[in-house]
């Protein structure tokens, strides 16, 4: 009873450090992004990380462990496929800013200037993953309700 309170928390709170992490994360990108810029920009980036581990890490436990109501109870939930879809659109969107950092610390860790003209784009993309982050809570408590189980 215990581990699956503590793995739902801590499901919730990577969530919650997540939302923070890429709205932070959007707004160091629309900063100046000078050394003290892209620091701003690199540490929100090491926290939408470490949430997204937290997240997908107890997530996974969750659904296929045995802890929770079962894999069967999330693989026949509409609102547990719409959660995997927010999920996949956030990833996806991820795969651009998460090359661009990656090029822009061998860029700083070299001594160089990285190219930073997507940032722009990259706050945008940002702010879109920041509320899907939302639409996933709103879905985690939907389910937590019994939304999306097929009646019988």
Avoid: C
Wanted: hydrophobic share 60%.
């Amino acid at each position: 009873m215990t581990i699956r309170w503590l793995l739902a928390a801590f499901h919730l709170l990577g969530l919650g450090v997540g939302l923070g992490a890429v709205w932070s994360r959007g707004r160091a990108f629309q900063a100046q992004l000078d050394v003290l810029g892209l620091r701003r920009v690199f540490y929100a980036g090491a926290w939408w990380r470490i949430a997204a581990i937290v997240w997908i890490g107890t997530g996974l436990v969750r659904a296929f462990g045995g802890f929770e109501k079962g894999s069967f109870y999330y693989l026949h939930n509409h609102v547990f496929w719409a959660k995997m879809g927010l999920l996949a659109a956030i990833l996806a969107l991820e795969v651009g800013p998460m090359i661009a950092l990656i090029r822009w610390r061998v860029a700083v860790a070299r001594g160089s200037v990285p190219d930073t003209r997507a940032a722009t784009r990259f706050a945008r993309i940002s702010f879109v993953q920041a509320v899907l982050v939302v639409l996933m809570v709103l879905a985690a408590t939907a389910m937590a309700r019994g939304y999306g189980v097929p009646a019988r």
